[in-house]
Nanobody, 117 residues
Framework: QVQLVESGGGLVQAGGSLRLSCSAS????????MGWYRQAPGKQRELVAR???????NYADSVKGRFTISRDSAKNTMYLQMNSLKPEDTADYYC???????????WGKGTLVTVSS
């Protein structure tokens, strides 16, 4: 079983940057896919970005060119670098892991990102 803990959220002004971290309790080297999701108040949870164990990345259209996902197997940590933040990026951000290719089986508890205008 994998335990995930997010950190790095906070309050930032529009145009600013934050880096989120997702620390795993065990090795992430062999985890098939990891991803960041977010959920804004009153909205459904949505995929922000995902990264495979080979380093292939996918991004939601709304964050392309502004956010960068990465994973460091040596540190058992995944990151989300968020630049040029907008008020509409305000949400709880969750990291998730799909170890075997059957879907995201493990989730963190989330970290809040608030972007002020």
């Amino acid at each position: 079983q994998v335990q995930l803990v997010e950190s790095g959220g906070g309050l930032v002004q529009a145009g600013g940057s934050l880096r989120l971290s997702c620390s795993a309790s065990g090795s992430i080297f062999s985890i098939n896919v990891m991803g960041w999701y977010r959920q804004a108040p009153g909205k459904q949870r949505e995929l922000v970005a995902r990264i495979t164990k080979r380093g292939t990345t996918n991004y939601a259209d709304s964050v392309k060119g502004r956010f960068t996902i990465s994973r460091d197997s040596a540190k058992n940590t995944m990151y989300l670098q968020m630049n040029s933040l907008k008020p509409e990026d305000t949400a709880d951000y969750y990291c998730a892991a799909d170890p075997y290719g059957y879907g995201m089986a493990y989730w963190g508890k989330g970290t809040l990102v608030t972007v002020s205008s």
